[in-house]
Each structure stands twice: as structure tokens, then as C-alpha cells.
């Protein structure tokens, strides 16, 4: 059930569900009845732990009792550290931190336009961006991702974006000129709809980034930190970047962003160009790495890579006994996309009533992105709920017909 909240002093911005939770542990989330639900949303793909994990838990309440806050005026140790360990754990040389995704394609925007001012070619500052994008909600990052629902009435936007379809490597080779500084391209698009990048295309775009001397840049946001089934979706098409931004799972719930780059990427980014007052401190950053200490741990890739196949052949088999439901199963790792027949809200309803939370995403999709520790009882928990939801659905659908 949505409602509009005219009475709350919130801005209505966002289109919400009427349920309110108090509590999460693991997979679930309680309201104040006690009411408890599987969560297959996961905050969009952010609580990668799921909720209240103890390691988590430890490191925050340890490190709220030391320092919270101290400024980028002074060396962050931990900042310092997390750096280290996802630089060590990536293409990049070096990594500027920030609270959201969108700052963190922000800087990874900035930077690009520096790179080329540093290289002596300021003339370069447009940048190719795809079809279906989403790279955020400030106005560089909703002129970048440049869906109408998103830009209307916020004109004028960021000039500077040359638009063309997503996986179709001839049109972005077309549309790179002598003012092109950059690429930027989601691995798998996300709140397009759970769109993985076709096989080649994104070797495809380092190969034409190379040779026009272009910077690549991945916006792995959504898709980074284990999501996909490795620690960053780019690794499953054998390519690197030259920058990528992360966000949603770095702090497993904890606003923490990131901006990766190679030291080449970020040479023009020198003391004084950028900067973000809470971004790295010593808290965010005391989660940020107890995110990464789960993350990196032997087996951790491995039990995901079981319970993705588990979950995968389970959707192929729900798709094939409700095909007036549902199309299609689409994604990577515990990225899933289920293509709908009917409306995707109508799906989310449903399956929330019934005590599965889920997301709606572009195409008719609705997301599953279940915490990565989910185990195998609550999965067939989720494929329980689904197969009533899709029964319950489909006899709707016959009676109407
Ligand atoms: C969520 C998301 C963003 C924006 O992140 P915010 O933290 O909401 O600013 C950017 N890019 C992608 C791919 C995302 O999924």
C-alpha cells in the first residue's frame, strides 16, 4: 500500500509504502506490531550485512565511545586504512571519500574534466553516457543519467552529456568528438532495470577510451562491494576502469561513498580541488572497513556464488510456472531482475503483503537484492511467498480474462 504523507512536515518527494520498521536483524525487519518481513530489498542494495551484524555493531558502538568526527584538516588513520585496503583490492592507486553515490560519481566527473585541464586539453569535458542510466539525484548526476522523470523543470542541466543506447558500442564510437573527456557506464544498470552489460561491451569501451585517450569510468554504486558475485561487478568482463565510484554496501548501512581512481585518472586532483566535510571520517570509516573485513574474508565470494545459483534456477523454474506474471530473470550474483507482465508496483505490493520486501526498477523490473549473508531457510522462505504471490496473480489474470 502507498500513501501520500500530507501530513508529515517530510518533503513528499519519495512515493511511500505506509509500513514503518523499528527493529532489523539479519534478513528481517519488524514493525512496531512485531510484524516481521524478509528483506529482499536490502535499503537498495546497502545493508550488503543485513541488518544489526554483530561485527558491524561492534566496530560502530566501539568507535562512537573514541571519535566520530575530527575533519579532513587532519590525518584520518582509518581513512588512511580503508584507502589502503580497497586500492589493494582494485585497479586504483587512490581513493577520495564521500556519503553518497552521487558525490561519489560527482568527484568521479570532476575529475575527468581535471585530468584533461592537467593534461594540457581543457577542451575536453563531455562526457558519453547510456540510455537508462542512474548515476544520482544532484544536477551533474541526474543531467548524466538524464531520464525525464529525474530532469523535469531542474533545466538547465550539467551541458556536457552525449547520450547513446546502452551495449551498443558503434553509437558511443560515433559520438566521441574532440571535446570528449570521458565514458561512464553502470556494469549492470541498476534502477534501469537490472540491465547487465552484453558480453564485449565494456572491453568494447576500454579499448575506445584508449584509443581516443578517453578515461573510463564504471559507476559501480549499486553493483560494487560482493553484490554481483564479485567483490566488483567490472571483474566479471575482464576490464578495468580508470575510475569508479561506490556507495550503497560500502558501509553496510552507514552513508559512506567512494571515488577509486588510478594515480594517472587523479592527477590533476591536488590539495585544495576537492573536498567533503564529512566524507571519510573516523566513524564512516570504522564501519567502512568492518564492511570490508566480511567482505574479504575467505569463502565469503564462494557462498554467495552457491546461493546465487540456488536462487537463480529457483526464479527460472517460478518464471516458467507463472508466464502470465512473470518474463524474464535477469542480473548477476545477488543482483536479480525479475522482467514482469504484470505492473512491477502491483508485484512489489503483493509480494509485501505477503511479507517479502522488494524494489521496483525501470523496464517492468522488480528487484531482488537479498543481504549477502542471506542462507538457504530464508531463500526458500523468499521462493515460498513468491510462489503464492505469482498463483494469487495468475488466477487475477485468469479471472479477468
Ligand atoms: C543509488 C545509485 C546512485 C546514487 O546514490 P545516492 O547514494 O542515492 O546518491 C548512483 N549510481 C548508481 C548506479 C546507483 O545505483
Redesign the pocket.
Known amino acids: 500500500m502507498e500513501v501520500n504523507t500530507v501530513n508529515s512536515a517530510v518533503m513528499p518527494t519519495y512515493t511511500r509504502s505506509d509500513l514503518a520498521f523499528v527493529r532489523g536483524e539479519g534478513a528481517y525487519l519488524y514493525d512496531a506490531e512485531g510484524q516481521h518481513y524478509l528483506d529482499f530489498c536490502s535499503g ?2 546497502v545493508n550488503a550485512l543485513g541488518h544489526a551484524h554483530p561485527h558491524l555493531v561492534h566496530v560502530l558502538k566501539e568507535q562512537a565511545e573514541k571519535l566520530w568526527h575530527c575533519s579532513n584538516l587532519y590525518r584520518i588513520p582509518e581513512q588512511e586504512r580503508l584507502a589502503e585496503r580497497l586500492v589493494a583490492a582494485s585497479f586504483a592507486d587512490t581513493a577520495f571519500f564521500c556519503n ?6 560527482e568527484c568521479a566527473l570532476k575529475m575527468a574534466r581535471k585530468y584533461h585541464d592537467a593534461v594540457g586539453q581543457p577542451e575536453r569535458y563531455r562526457v558519453v553516457v547510456m540510455n537508462n542510466a ?5 544536477l551533474a ?1 541526474v543531467s548524466a543519467g538524464g531520464q525525464e522523470k529525474h530532469t523535469k523543470g531542474f533545466e538547465p542541466l550539467v551541458e556536457g552529456f552525449d547520450r547513446v543506447p546502452f551495449g551498443d558500442l558503434d553509437a558511443a564510437r560515433a559520438v566521441i568528438g574532440p571535446q570528449t573527456a570521458a565514458i561512464l557506464v ?1 556494469p549492470v544498470q ?2 534501469g532495470g537490472v540491465r547487465v552489460a552484453p558480453s564485449g561491451y565494456l572491453p568494447g569501451l576500454r579499448a575506445l577510451a584508449d584509443a581516443h585517450g578517453l578515461l573510463l569510468i564504471f ?5 560494487g562491494l560482493c553484490r554481483t558475485g564479485c567483490l566488483f561487478a567490472h571483474e566479471w568482463f575482464d576490464v578495468v576502469p580508470d575510475i569508479m ?1 561506490l ?2 554496501g560500502l558501509g553496510g548501512g552507514f552513508p559512506v ?1 567512494c571515488c577509486l581512481a588510478t594515480a594517472r585518472a587523479a592527477q590533476g586532483m591536488t590539495a585544495g580541488t576537492h573536498a567533503s566535510t564529512f566524507g571519510g571520517n573516523p566513524l564512516a570509516m570504522a564501519v567502512g572497513n568492518a564492511t570490508l573485513d566480511v567482505l574479504l574474508a575467505e569463502g565469503f565470494l564462494r557462498a554467495i556464488h552457491h546461493t546465487s545459483r540456488l536462487l537463480h534456477a529457483a526464479l527460472e523454474e517460478v518464471i516458467h510456472l507463472y508466464p502470465t506474471v512473470l518474463a524474464e530473470v535477469r542480473g548477476l550474483g545477488l543482483l536479480f531482475g525479475l522482467r514482469c507482465i504484470v505492473p512491477n508496483t502491483t508485484f512489489v505490493t503483493a509480494l509485501q503483503k505477503a511479507g517479502l520486501l522488494t524494489v521496483a526498477a525501470g523496464d517492468n523490473v522488480v528487484r531482488l537484492l537479498p543481504p549477502l549473508v542471506i542462507g538457504e531457510n530464508e531463500i526458500e522462505e523468499a521462493l515460498d511467498i513468491l510462489d503464492r504471490t505469482c498463483q494469487q496473480l495468475a488466477r487475477g489474470h485468469d479471472g479477468v480474462a
Not at 100 to 105: N, T
Not at 219 to 223: A, I, K, R
Open positions: 537498495v542494495a553518497s553515490g552521487a558525490e561519489a560519481v542512474f548515476h544520482g539525484r544532484t548526476t553502470e541498476g534502477e559507476d559501480e554504486v549499486q553493483t565510484a556507495a550503497k561513498g
